[in-house]
């Protein structure tokens, strides 16, 4: 079984900074990416940023300049500092990994629990 649990979400006066964390365990054989994403009330979840196992990162243009996504791989986390924080950004942020539990098991999306980030104006 694998979890991913996230941390550090909470309320933030805009122009304010949070870090969110997310530790992935369980039975594990390699991480590709993992990635933070978002849902704000009423809306679709949306992409927030993602690194992969080898460094490579990608924003969404809202977020870009402002958050950066940054991985442990040793300790198999991820985490996303925000910056400059907007009432916009609020919502319930989720840990995504996209992972192996075996050598030749299929590279497999799980998902943690999420956790709110409220960016008050």
């Known amino acids: 079984q694998v979890q991913l649990v996230e941390s550090g979400g909470g309320l933030v006066q805009a122009g304010g900074s949070l870090r969110l964390s997310c530790a992935a365990s369980?039975?594990?054989?390699?991480?590709?990416?993992m990635a933070w994403y978002r849902q704000a009330p009423g809306k679709q979840r949306e992409l927030v940023a993602s690194?992969?196992?080898?460094?490579?990162?990608n924003y969404a243009d809202s977020v870009k300049g402002r958050f950066t996504i940054s991985r442990d791989n040793g300790k198999n986390m991820v985490y996303l500092q925000m910056n400059s924080l907007k009432p916009e950004d609020t919502g319930v942020y989720y840990c995504?990994?996209?992972?192996?539990?075996?050598?030749?098991?299929?590279?497999?999306?799980?998902w943690g629990q999420g956790t709110q980030v409220t960016v008050s104006s």
């Open positions: 369980g039975t594990i054989f390699s991480i590709n990416a």
């Open positions: 995504k990994a996209s992972l192996k539990r075996s050598r030749f098991a299929q590279l497999t999306d799980y």
């Open positions: 690194g992969t196992s080898t460094g490579i990162t």
